[in-house]
């Protein structure tokens, strides 16, 4: 089995751990979202509150989210790890800096990663956290067993606004990470092709603005219109 | 034209670098090592220490040439080496700052001169193909596609001056690499050892130091050929595949 | 002294399988005891020392470049022949060989150029397997172009790069022999000179470039795989470090340096735009399948395109000179590439030169692109003589690019100048340097023990090389010639322990070396090296370039003594011996330039007659062509160097059994 932590040590190995991972989590954040878009709906929470329920009950959710919480971890640590050993392969920078050549984004995937994985902590600790330790109220619809009013607290969390300004740059963060990241994620696997590489770039683009903007217009909604 | 040169000069390995300032006058037809050669001309007549640089055939293909101009290997130009970048792309009064080639495992020798010498290592783990002299067959024994051949082509058009590494933000040195695994591995003489060659190739990039490919495609908008991150994407399928599917290992 | 080329005897067919089959060979128990030393990583250096590291040899091996990839090879553009006969166009050994001959202008050894082109065939084998990338047909079968001065389409070829690919398939070899350990690799270190124990080769001494320190290598014999001395004229299309030194400083130990008048100008390079100017850079051969070379017929109107005040568009067809066609009817521009050269010169002499320094013939491509686009449009079903000029020239110009689309991008980055639009400026431009050490039919120089290989010697292409065969004779001595001959010195060494190199004969000769690079950093002189270089090129360029005569040749010779006892009077070599220093590097370099002068010049005085890449103004037809002298000087010149400037010529007669000496016409 030598092989395999060769594999996973190696410099492509480890850019595998983090395509693989980060495909996952661009999969999650589509699930995610359309979980977020039914508070947009005006039941006073009912969807919502009925839909979080679900992701926290499902048997088979629940299986899937204890990966998600891996992955993050994995996809984090990873991160980090091939930032700082790129750093040390560069020690000295260059004078003049340049653009020209690469992204923004794809320059920084390293620090807006962190930034991201900040926003995640946070974001646990405020909605996760206490739907998982029964801080939350409990209320009932029609046909159904009580549910945690998770509806509540994001509520209130959305209508201030230092919060709002907070998770709108946080998803403009990850726009930028997106925006990389995702054509990235085909390229470390080795899916480069002249026919699909296009195509997947554009997807890639229309990914990380579409899905980002989604989060976002969220808590500017509930500001301003509820 | 008049310009105003900031060049790194750095005694040696170990000692600190710092930036020198100069004012050269050119002309546009000049190449830009023309224009150095111009200015280490003036520092000799003073009796100091001419500008340290590597170059030589001049003419874009030996790979001996590299700086940093303004922040961008081999400079402005696509697809050109420093060599083959004329001043006419510059205009009068302008500020060129010029610095060597960045990264751990190039480290800097004198002035703009740094080692490239890890990438005559990655060649040696496995960067041929094992014929002896005498041993080949027919040249025209194995037909090769035309399409198949030309892309080999494209990828050893590399001409090893490292401005991949230069350009990357982690000093990757994986288009290089690549582009010989690539050039190898897909040729049909190339296949039998396309295994081995490839982790034994990989490992020892990774053994120089190099930093991690995050595909930011500096590198190939950088390459003087114009070398394709597709062999990237090559390599690391030639790489999974090598390390999950074959009983082989190095 | 005797010049024993030790021809085998035979039939010439016959003589290099017979010869192989019946020289002493050398155990392989033996063979891993049996030092060798090779010098340059070229296309002969790399091949040479991979074969030999292949058969089992201990070798060590140098280059001045910080990789073995760098040699100048690299930049060889149009492709290597060989007799392959792949195109069914009645190609075979024998007319390689008397291709080469006739190209030679028949100052070429037969036995030589005969093996030359039986291994070329084995050349393309080994090359495609080890993986090079050469052009294919749809079929996937090897492709094949036409050159100059043949009939036949034998050249293989990867683009406009072949040079670069070879070599990166000799540089893999040598990787791969690195790896395993049967080659030492020494990078940075420059080769300063020859040791010799008892009359043989059997060790250098090496500068370590980065550190400056000398250090001694010995080893049973020594190769010397250098490269061509054609920056002798400062401004060649040679790369900037290419230099003599390791051949002279063989030829100041007692080797010859033979035919070295032998120069080849290449008519296709890109004019000298000012005094700046470090290097020329070579527009490949093949532009002169589509190009067609003229100047303007009336002075005015030359003058007036130098001046800036018209164009070559300016010119109309009636008024231009297509001279190659006008002079050569039979080859057109097509011919081989001394004469090519010397019409420019002609036509610039005659001050029809059209860029501001009056240096510059035009290339021009319209004719081309308009014949192409008619033939496009024919394709497409459009009848040429109805579709807009506007639409033949677009299709003709996608054409042109196809062909040389590389070419015309790099001399638009080098000029400026958009050549499909304005007609390409050219000049003739020194290239390849035929003459070089001495060696007999092993390879090996009148030195025992000491080799000598690829451009470096003199021993293949006589007064003129063929295009693309320059590449087919490095190689040709690397992987198939050498490792076999070099066995036929060590077969008698086999007895003979490994050299110390601490022996008195190499401190004697590190003591020399030293010497010589502390005169020269201690002079500390006004002038840099390289304004000593120019100027020496500049005499060469004068009076031994293009075309000679006796008064310009004697007078190069004085002012070359007189430029040789200025450097060392006056020269200014910054920093130390003992550091990274590469204007050291060229002080030395320039230096051996200087002797190597005044030789060339000497061996062009000698040499009373015209031919090939030597051309004496007064050995000429009524018309300007060259006139060979067979009877008086069918011999190579091999020139030994005295300080006192007393040179002696050594001749080796040359004999022709199986060619008939004739004189190349091209009309």
Redesign the interface.
Known sequence: M??IT??FT???????VMSLTGIFLILFLIVHLVGNLQLLSNDGGESFNIYAKFMTSNPLIKTVSYGLYLFIVLHTIQGIV?LL??R???????????N????WA??N?GPLGIIIFVFIVIHMVQFWFKMKTGALDMVEYAGQDAVNDLYTPVYEAFKNIYFVIFYVVSMLVIAFHLN?GF??AF????????KY?PFIKSLGKIYSILVPLGFAIIPVWFYFFK | MKLKL?VWRQKSANDKGY?EEHMVTANEHMSFLEMIDVLNEELISQKKDPVAFEHDCREGICGTCNM?I???PHG?SKGTTVCQLHMRVFNDGDTI?I?PW????FPIIKDLVVDRSAFDRIIQAGGYISVNTGQAPDGNAIPIEQAVAADAFDSAACIGCGACVA??????A?LFTSAKVNHLNSLPQGKTEATIRVQKM??Q??LE??????????CE??CPKEIS??N?????????SS??GSEE?V | MVLENKVPQGKLADKWTSYKSSMPLVAPNNKRRLEVIVVGTGLAGAAAAASLGELGYQVKCFTFHDSPRRAHSIAAQGGINAAKNYQNDGDSVHRLFYDTIKGGDYRSREANVHRLAEVSRDIIDQCVAQGVPFAREYGGLLANRSFGGVQVSRTFYAKGQTGQQLLIGAYSALSRQISLGTVKMYNRHEMLDVVKIDGKARGIIARNLLTGELERHAAHCVVLCTGGYGNVYYLSTNAMTCNVSAGWRAVRRGALMANPCYTQIHPTCIPVSGEYQSKLTLMSESLRNDGRVWVPKNLDDAKAIREGSKTALDIPEEDRDYYLERRYPAFGNLVPRDVASRAAKVACDDGFGVNPTGLAVYLDFAAAIERYGRSAANTKGMDPDKTSKETIIQMGEAVVENKYGNLFQMYEKITGENPYKMPMKIFPAVHYTMGGLWVDYNLETNVPGLFCCGEANFSDHGANRLGASALMQGLADGYFVLPYTVGTFLADEIRTPAFNPNAPEFKEVENDVSNRLNTLMNIKGNQSVESFHRRLGKIVWENCGMSRNEEGLKKGIETIKALREEFYKDVFVPGSADEFNPELEKAARVADFMELGEIMMHDALDRKESCGGHFREEYATEEGEAKRDDGNYTYVSAWSWSDDGNHQLHKEELQFDNVELKTRSYK
């Not at chain 1, 040390?88 to 340049?98: D, F, G, N």
């Not at chain 1, 020209?100 to 992204?103: F, L, P, R, T, V």
């Not at chain 2, 990237?232 to 999974?240: E, H, P």
């Open positions: 030598k092989w060769k594999l190696s410099s492509i190995g480890k850019k595998l091939l050993q790129n040390s392969a560069k020690k000295s920078r260059y004078a003049v800096k340049t020209q050549n690469a992204s794809s320059r995937m990389h054509q990235s390229q470390s696997l080795g899916l480069n092709h002249k590489t | 900031k930036f940093v303004n922040g961008r402005p700052v610095e960045r990264a751990k495992s350009a990357c933000p982690n000093a990757s994986m990989v490992a990039m990774d130091g190099f930093g991690n490919c995050s595909n930011t495609g500096a908008v950088e991150i597709a990237i994407a090559a390599m690391n399928r030639d790489y999974f390390m999950v290992s």
